[in-house]
């Protein structure tokens, strides 16, 4: 199955909706938990951003953890938020998770956060690279939060399947 990155030639220029800038902010440059969600749900990061023009607001993609609940919501997942200690290790999970890093703000400020998955395995999905996945985490020393995804719905066959699928994906075994 196709991991999705923010480098994909099919969307990476796509504007995010209602933006001042959509020629900057777009997918390659701020997509990162867009496509994190996409690989989660199975689905195309440009056919979420299509499906959910409500999510993205005037001050670009990365507004609050609300809208961010509210889309992963619309698609079966729950967030739970749990803050992490930059320069600790990682936690160890049976399932993947997405952590949140400041890794990219000393390179430009408006880059300083970043989201990327991490893998039962100590591998990562990195959205913003066009290889993966990944057997160094060079955002490890720079995570400050931890984001667990979980189905909001009990039982098949939607949210579980889809579950599933992004653990068989990413080489999952139990």
Not at 86 to 103: E, F, N, R
Not at 126 to 152: G, Q
Request: hydrophobic share 30%.
């Amino acid at each position: 199955m196709e991991i999705y990155s923010q480098r994909d030639p099919r969307w990476m220029e796509k504007g995010f909706p209602n933006v001042s800038n959509p020629g900057y902010v777009n997918i390659m440059n701020f997509g990162c938990l867009l496509c994190c969600l996409a690989n989660f749900a199975q689905k195309r990061p440009d056919e979420i951003m299509d499906a959910n023009q409500d999510m993205f607001v005037s001050t670009g993609p990365r507004k609050g953890s609300m809208a961010t609940s509210e889309l992963y919501g619309r698609y079966g997942f729950t967030i739970r938020a749990v803050p992490h200690t930059p320069g600790t290790p990682l936690p160890k999970s049976d399932k993947p998770y997405i952590a949140v890093t400041s890794y990219f703000k000393r390179l430009n400020p408006d880059w300083g956060t970043h989201f990327y998955i991490r893998r039962p395995d100590g591998t990562s999905i990195d959205p913003s690279s066009a290889y993966n996945p990944k057997t160094t985490d060079r955002y490890e020393s720079t995570v400050f939060e931890i984001r667990y995804v979980e189905s909001s719905k009990k039982g098949k066959p939607d949210t579980d399947t889809r579950l599933n699928t992004i653990e068989d994906k990413l080489g999952i075994t139990y």
